[in-house]
């Protein structure tokens, strides 16, 4: 096949939402397709796609993402467009998409990951083991909120979300003690100094695939594929597979108290996995390693084995 490489009258057209964080992505997703093809800014065009998950009524401030129910609330309208053909390829925080793409669709290209740690931000503490006991802490994360009470059931957890910016504001305002966002965005979003501490990974596993971009396309736009193709980074995407198909044998999405980190060492790749109840009274936790061949089946396996460990019921509220 010879690649029809886009040009300032006939662009590629890139899928995003349009908050800060999203932005940033599709510009770091064009600026690597620029430099691969040796092409000019003008040859891709940005086009802003508002999702549910966008809609401030929708999603009022203190309104729990859990009611809201969130399969694909930052993802499904612009899936829809790429399939329509609105849009060429869609960039996403591959953390926010559910396990399966509609039919139609790849997501088969990964951007190099950033930190996946957690961070914790806070004007009074220096982390999470400086909060005194009762601390009030903001999050809108069921990981996060299952992981702080297993590991200090005196924290008290508030309803927190909003961008950096409302955060940050919000603490300054005394809403919280604490809050907690993805290093990887703040670093993205060249804010990092907004971070009081980096919380390691044995302390809170981080959620499955983040610090990861993601790019979607149509299943059959070879020239999308093939350009995606010259971007993608083998081992962040080795990473994702890993997490997603533990992820997918849970049947979690990004709501899910589920963490998991896969790492590679010397061809080989290792998960770490946790599965919670909301409520944090209780924490499953696997870990296994396979050549890097093998990332899909033993993240589903890992997966599997959890499973059958947490019986019925365990995720629901009691
Ligand atoms: N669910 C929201 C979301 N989706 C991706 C990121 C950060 C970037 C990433 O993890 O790739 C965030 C915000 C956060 O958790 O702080």
């Known amino acids: 096949m010879t690649l029809t490489l886009p040009t300032p009258d006939a662009p590629l057209k890139i899928g995003t939402r349009g908050s800060p964080l999203a932005l940033a992505q599709a510009y770091e997703t064009r600026d690597r397709l620029a430099k691969a093809f040796d092409l000019a800014e003008a040859a891709f065009h940005i086009e802003v796609i508002k999702t549910t998950g966008d809609d401030r009524q929708m999603i009022a401030a203190d309104r729990p993402l859990k009611e809201i129910g969130n399969k694909g609330l930052f993802t499904k309208e612009i899936e829809e467009a790429t399939l329509r053909g609105d849009i060429d390829i869609a960039v996403h925080s591959t ?27 806070s004007t009074k503490y220096a982390s999470i083991a400086d909060l005194p006991s009762g601390a009030t802490v903001g999050t809108s994360s069921l990981r996060r909120r299952a992981q702080l009470m297993q590991i200090r ?42 971070a009081t501490s980096a919380i390691e990974i044995d302390e809170m596993l981080p959620a499955v695939a983040q610090g990861t971009i993601g790019i979607e396309c149509r299943a059959d736009d070879a020239r999308s594929k093939a350009m995606l193709a010259a971007i993608h980074h083998a081992d962040s995407g080795h990473r994702v597979i890993c997490e997603r198909a533990f992820l997918r044998a849970l049947d979690g999405s990004c709501e899910t108290p589920i963490a998991a980190l896969a790492t590679i060492d010397a061809g080989r790749i290792k998960l770490r996995g946790e599965i919670l109840r909301p409520d944090g009274s209780q924490c499953l936790r696997t870990e296994g390693e396979a050549d890097v061949s093998e990332a899909e089946t033993l993240g589903r396996s890992l997966g599997e084995t959890l499973l059958a460990e947490a019986g019925d019921g365990f995720f629901d509220f009691r």
């Open 95 to 121: 953390k926010d998409m559910p396990t399966e793409q509609p039919e139609g669709l790849v997501l088969e290209t990964f951007l190099p990951r950033e930190d996946v740690r957690d961070a914790f931000i």
């Open 153 to 194: 059931p005196d924290l008290k957890v508030v309803e927190f979300r909003g961008n950096v910016q409302t955060r940050l504001q919000k603490l300054a305002d005394g809403v919280a003690d604490c809050s907690f966002l993805a290093m990887a965005g703040l670093t993205r979003l060249g804010m990092v100094d907004k």
